[in-house]
């Protein structure tokens, strides 16, 4: 088992589908767990779990919570942010 830890910064609120609340923006801890695939020439790992660092609910900023959460939904939160944060294009055909 292996795991990474990276931040993730999202400008606005946001929500997930696994969580109930509205999320500050702000920068948060996605943590993602992968096991080795046994029986290849090579090393390859795949995506066992997927957890987001939150403050915990009715707690001080000092607390925090590990949640599971879906890579995917992670990833279509992030765009959606990105492209609200993104200028409107003055390119018509864009």
Sequence with gaps: MRTTETEITFTRPFRLESLIELQ?????????DEELIAGLSFPAYKRVATHIEIPAVSASTMVRQRLQVSHDDIYRA???????ASPPSLDPFA
Aim: zero cysteines; charged letters at 25%.
């Design 78 to 84: 992030l765009a959606a942010d990105a492209k609200q």
């Design 24 to 32: 500050d923006a702000g920068t948060y801890k996605l943590i993602v």
